[in-house]
């Protein structure tokens, strides 16, 4: 119950950064914006919620290999995509501001 409510605070932070609805953010959609927040997201989801993978994909209707996918994706665009990685501290910033949580999520 905890997790969901997490997940439902990481959600709203989503939402309020990057100002894309929540409807879009777990729909299927392949836009490059959203995929990107989805992805900022299953990794905050993994390595601060400490969940598995296919718990996080049950929360976007994702099977596990696809979260996997995206956590990959994700450590390869830390490294070489500038505007990933502040979009990722923006979003990693507020969840912390809204929950005091100091560690960070890579």
């Not at 995206?70 to 995509?81: A, G, I, P």
């Amino acid at each position: 119950v905890e997790e969901n409510g997490k997940v439902a605070r990481l959600m709203r932070c989503a939402v309020e950064v990057f100002g894309i609805p929540q409807e879009e953010i777990v729909s299927l959609s392949r836009k490059r914006e959203v995929v990107n927040i989805r992805r900022m997201m299953f990794q905050i989801m993994r390595r601060k919620f400490l969940m598995d993978y296919g718990r996080i994909g049950s929360f976007f209707g994702r099977d596990h290999s696809t979260v996997l996918f995206c956590v990959r994706k994700h450590k390869d665009f830390l490294e070489t995509e500038q505007h990933y990685i502040e979009s990722f501290a923006r979003l990693n910033s507020e969840y912390e501001k809204c929950n005091g949580t100091p560690e960070e999520a890579r």
